[in-house]
């Protein structure tokens, strides 16, 4: 049997109007040190999106998932935000920020596949399936 691993997470909001803080959510990111581990999956939902702000740019919110995408990969194109260590990485996606998408309070669980946590974290969270979706 393989060995139960901790792994934090953290699930992305839409907030398309600051001010009022209301939210969708509309990703996961799981980040998992002891098996190397940090991937997002998400799912922008436009018609629970504009339920919040009919004016909301979409395809921003979902440029803005990918860019996280880009950061869990250490992708060049993340800046100097892809260049660093997992955790280092983890901890810009995790950080408070007032932007359309933001993170939750970081959360906690034991695993034994990251993969499969996450994309179960997505279906509970967020749900799944259609446009606009990013799995791991």
């Known amino acids: 049997m393989s060995a139960l691993k901790p792994y934090q997470y953290v699930v992305l909001r839409c907030v398309p109007r600051v001010d009022r803080e209301e ?5 996961v990111v799981l980040y998992c040190e002891d098996a190397g581990y940090l991937d997002v999956a998400w ?19 979902c440029d803005a998932l990918t860019f996280v995408d880009w950061v869990c990969a250490g992708d060049e194109r993340a800046g100097e935000a892809g260049g660093v260590p997992l955790g280092a990485r983890f901890g810009f996606l995790k950080a408070p920020r007032s932007t359309v998408v933001q993170p939750s309070p970081v959360h906690g669980g034991l695993t034994v596949d990251p993969g499969v946590e996450l994309h179960r974290l997505l279906g509970h969270y967020v749900g799944t399936g259609g446009e606009g979706e990013r799995g791991a």
């Open 23 to 27: 939210f969708v959510n509309v990703g």
């Open 43 to 61: 799912h922008c939902a436009a018609d629970r999106v504009r339920a919040l702000d009919p004016a909301i740019d979409v395809d921003a919110v």
